[in-house]
C-alpha cells in the first residue's frame, strides 16, 4: 500500500510539470511545491498570487526574467550532485518567465507572503556549501533560503547524503509552536538519486504512533512532512540529493531530536 506522504514524479503536465504539490493537496496552510521539466528551446511562465517564491535551478541552464527583472542565463551543473545551485527569490503579486538553454529540471518553492522583500538573485556563492555530521552522519549543507537571509515564511536547503549515510539525522521534529524551543514548520523533500536508480529510505514518525511510516524513495519522488522526526538513509552505492523547503508561521528553524537519538551530535 503506497504511503500518503510519498509523492511520485508523473509525466509532463500541460505547463511542464513532473510535481505539482498545493497546500489543498496536502492538507495544510503553507508549502506548495513544483517540478518542472524543460527542453532546451523551452519556455514556462507563472504568477506568484499571493506567495514568495524561490527558483532553483536544480539542473541546466535557462534565462531567468521575473518582477520586471531579468536574471540572466543561470545555472552551471548538468546535475545536482556536479556544483552549488543558482536560485531566484520572488515576492508575491509579480510573474516570472524561464526559457531554457539546455534542458532544465527547475523546482518552484512557494508559501504565502504580503511582498515586504524585492526580488533578488541568489547565487551559488551565497548558498554555499558547508559538511554537518560526523562519520556516516555526515552530508553536504548548501542553504539556499535560510532563516537568517531576508523572506516572509519560506525556508530552503539542498542536502547531498552520501552512499551509506544517514541524514536528517538524529532524527529531530518541528512540529510545535513553542518558539525558542520549536517551531511548526512544514516540510517537503524532493530526491534524486545520483545513478538514476535504486532507492533510499525515509521515515516520518511521531513519538504516540499517530503517524508512523517508512518509505523507499526513487529518483524524483517527493516526501511530505506534515508532522513528526523524519530522518533519511541513503543505501552504500547510491549517493542521494534532496532539496528541502519548510514554511510555518514564525520563519525559525527551531527543532528538538528524538529522545532515543538525542546523546548523537547533529
Known amino acids: 500500500m503506497s504511503s500518503r506522504l510519498l509523492i511520485h514524479a508523473h509525466p509532463r503536465d500541460e505547463n511542464r510539470r513532473i510535481i505539482n504539490l498545493t497546500p489543498e493537496q496536502a492538507g495544510w496552510d503553507?508549502?506548495?511545491?513544483?517540478?518542472m521539466s524543460l527542453k532546451a528551446g523551452e519556455t514556462v511562465s507563472e504568477a506568484t498570487d499571493r506567495t514568495e517564491v524561490c527558483l532553483v535551478l536544480v539542473s541546466g541552464r535557462a534565462r531567468i526574467e521575473g518582477a520586471e527583472q531579468d536574471f540572466g542565463v543561470l545555472g552551471e551543473r548538468m546535475s545536482p550532485f556536479d556544483g552549488l545551485p543558482w536560485s531566484v527569490y520572488l515576492p508575491p503579486?509579480?510573474?516570472?518567465?524561464?526559457e531554457a538553454e539546455t534542458d532544465v529540471e527547475l523546482a518552484v518553492c512557494r508559501s504565502p507572503a504580503s511582498g515586504k522583500y524585492p526580488?533578488?538573485?541568489?547565487?551559488?556563492?551565497?548558498?554555499?556549501?558547508?559538511a554537518r555530521g560526523t562519520g556516516t552522519n555526515e552530508r553536504l549543507i548548501r542553504n539556499i533560503l535560510p532563516d537568517t537571509a531576508p523572506a516572509e515564511t519560506l525556508l530552503v536547503v539542498e542536502v547531498i547524503t552520501p552512499g551509506g549515510h544517514w541524514s536528517s539525522y538524529p532524527p529531530h521534529k518541528h512540529d510545535t509552536d513553542d518558539f525558542p524551543n520549536e517551531t511548526y514548520l512544514e516540510e517537503t523533500y524532493y530526491h534524486r538519486l545520483k545513478r538514476g536508480s535504486g532507492f533510499a529510505l525515509q521515515r516520518v514518525y511521531t513519538k504516540d504512533g499517530s503517524l508512523d511510516e517508512t518509505m523507499a524513495v526513487s529518483d524524483r519522488d517527493t516526501v511530505m512532512v506534515p508532522k513528526g522526526y523524519h530522518p533519511?538513509?541513503?543505501?552504500?552505492?547510491?549517493?542521494?540529493?534532496?532539496l528541502n523547503m519548510m514554511a510555518g508561521p514564525r520563519r525559525a528553524w527551531k527543532f528538538s531530536m528524538d529522545p532515543d537519538q538525542a546523546h548523537l551530535p547533529y
Open 30 to 35: 503553507y508549502i506548495g511545491f513544483e517540478v
Open 93 to 98: 503579486a509579480t510573474v516570472w518567465r524561464a
Open 119 to 130: 526580488a533578488r538573485l541568489i547565487p551559488p556563492e551565497e548558498a554555499g556549501e558547508i
Open 232 to 242: 533519511v538513509g541513503a543505501p552504500h552505492g547510491f549517493d542521494l540529493y534532496y
